[in-house]
């Protein structure tokens, strides 16, 4: 640092410039310009909202130092949503916000958020990831070179089609539906009689404008963002049958780069961008606030909320790949999910 400081006062550098290199870590020297961050949607939803936080919060907290800039779209990766985590881990892409879908081709465990119907609200979702199952998931993408900093969330999935109502089983039969990653997402709309198709974001969006496929399924946030009834998305169904949260995550050699200090204020201020990110995806969209539903109704849109016998009708025809995943899955870790959900607060 002496030598630093010498160099900078022989080039006669003003004296803030001088002081702000003598007062830098040392190992910051060694760090990038800029920080890429994958995520599949931008702002302004709740996805790209809490990853823009994130990065906000971090350059603010070390004046500069770690600069990360957001990559929406999947663009890192050519639109291939499911190919993100290898490219983090490959260094490709230097951090993430990513859908615990996006990543269960690369960790199996994962699926379990893709189980239908095992977590019927959001104390289920927070009982899982701020429980014991959250907590091996965390040590399960950690043994992969990942370090996972937060939650974050996507939200419920539901069930959106242009043809015509569905509050029951019967109702999806031959509907093509667009579906993403996971093998067990194609098990689930094969078992209730639909088409499914696997596909991108990125070609999911005129796959439903020209009908190529009837319907998908995602957060309502998506579907107003989105604007899905432009596209024909007429009807959806409130089923609550799977959610996604988001992990906010950093390549191991990157994490290993920063000072201990740095780490800490990247931990932090995803843990508080992941706070803000949860409460974005939740607002309006609840019976205490239902402005979201509203809005969406206002666009001539059909919204069927299920009766708990009418979801009970779903989980019965996806019980049989309910229980074939949760031997794939690993049923230790499912088990004490179903027992996370069942404590849960009510
Ligand atoms: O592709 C989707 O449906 C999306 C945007 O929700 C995910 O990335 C999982």
Do not use: C
């Amino acid at each position: 640092m002496r030598r630093l400081m010498k160099f900078a006062a022989g080039l006669a550098l003003p004296a803030f410039v001088a002081g702000s290199l003598a007062s830098a870590p040392a190992e910051a020297q060694s760090y990038k310009s800029e920080y890429k961050v994958s995520t599949v949607v931008g702002v302004p939803f709740p996805w790209g909202l809490s990853a823009q936080r994130w990065a906000d919060l971090v350059k603010e907290r070390t004046n500069g130092r770690i600069v990360m800039k957001v990559y929406p779209g999947a663009q890192l990766v050519a639109g291939d949503q499911t190919k993100e985590f290898t490219a983090m881990r490959q260094g490709i892409i230097d951090m993430a916000v990513g859908s615990t879908i996006n990543w269960s081709p690369q960790v199996p465990e994962l699926n379990l958020f893709s189980m239908p119907f095992l977590m019927p609200d959001y104390a289920a979702i927070d009982a899982i990831t701020g429980g014991e199952p959250g907590k091996k998931l965390f040590e399960i993408i950690t043994s992969k070179d990942i370090v996972p900093l937060a939650w974050g969330e996507n939200g419920f999935r539901e069930l959106t089609n242009s043809k015509h109502e569905v509050r029951k089983p019967d109702d999806l039969k031959g509907l093509k539906i667009r579906v993403v990653g996971s093998p067990l997402f194609n098990d689930t709309f094969t078992a209730l009689g639909a088409n499914p198709t696997q596909m991108s974001w990125a070609d999911a969006q005129p796959a439903l404008s020209t009908g190529a496929v009837d319907g998908q399924e995602n957060p309502l946030t998506i579907f107003t963002v989105a604007k899905l009834h432009t596209v024909g998305q007429k009807f959806v169904t409130l089923w609550h049958y799977v959610a996604d949260p988001l992990i906010f995550s950093v390549n191991k050699q990157v994490w290993e780069s920063f000072t201990p200090a740095d780490r800490e204020i990247v931990r932090q201020a995803a843990l508080e961008a992941g706070k803000y990110g949860i409460e974005v995806a939740r607002k309006g969209v609840t019976p205490e606030d239902a402005s979201e539903l509203e809005k969406i109704r206002g666009f001539g849109v059909t919204i069927s909320e299920l009766k708990p016998e009418e979801v009970e009708a779903f989980r019965k025809v996806t019980k049989p790949v309910y229980d074939k995943w949760k031997e794939r899955i690993g049923a230790e870790l499912v088990t004490s999910a179903e027992k996370a959900v069942a404590n849960r607060p009510k």
